[in-house]
């Protein structure tokens, strides 16, 4: 049993720091605010089940602030990589994140029409637009950029505005993706994909992405020369 505390010491010595500039408080608030949406929702008549897009969207809005990292140039220094520090924080922001949807796809029963609502497929869809808000994130603070979450919530409002009219503009058959669950909403899952992908690598060390030049040695020169 000592031995086991002892191991998972380390863990929790990383996981302290990391909850504190993590920014939890405000990545609670989407679900927060998701959920008090839906509260308000059931006060009105005969709302659709669609508008579970818009609590979905307020929910992971500000799931950007996990990347934010006011002493990113002190943590740099540290044993722990980037990556690894990302992971921690993930781990403590997107369950508060996930539960948040779990709930409202549960008490959104009362929405008209959720009974033949794909909520698998919406999910997807939720899963999408929080992955991009974590990319968004991610390359803004690669880049020096002193408050990542709300860039990455000011991106991701006009990802998805600009998704709606191109929607509106484009035959369906164009592989652009539908914020309404149908035969293309598969797409989404590319959109997953991809930002992962950036967020994994963004999320490299600097010294990893901006590797030193080697410098050759020069040759000395005999003592008989």
Request: overall charge positive; glycine content about 8%; some cysteine.
């Amino acid at each position: 049993m000592p031995l086991r505390l002892r191991s998972a010491a380390p863990v929790v010595d990383l996981a302290r720091p990391a909850a504190r500039a993590a920014r939890l408080p405000v990545v609670a608030a989407g679900p927060t605010l998701g959920l008090a949406l839906l509260a308000v929702l059931s006060l009105t008549e005969h709302p659709s089940a669609l508008l579970l897009v818009l609590v979905g969207l307020l929910m992971v809005s500000p799931i950007g602030y996990l990347f934010d990292d006011a002493a990113a140039e002190v943590t740099a220094a540290s044993p722990s990589t980037l990556a690894r520090r990302r992971l921690l924080r993930l781990g403590l922001g997107v369950p508060v994140v996930a539960t948040g949807w779990l709930v409202a796809i549960d008490r959104g029963a009362f929405l008209e029409g959720y009974a033949t609502l794909p909520v698998g497929a919406l999910s997807s869809e939720i899963l999408a637009l929080a992955c991009f808000t974590l990319a968004v994130a991610s390359i803004a603070a690669g880049r020096g950029d002193r408050a990542p979450g709300t860039t990455a919530a000011v991106g991701l409002l006009v990802a998805v505005a600009v998704v709606f009219l191109v929607r509106q503009a484009v035959p369906p058959a164009w592989p652009v993706p539908e914020l309404s669950p149908n035969v293309h909403h598969r797409r989404w899952w590319w959109c997953t994909a991809c930002s992962l992908a950036a967020v994994g690598w963004t999320s490299r060390d600097p010294a990893e992405r901006h590797p030193r030049p080697r410098v050759r040695a020069r040759s000395r020169p005999s003592p008989g020369a």
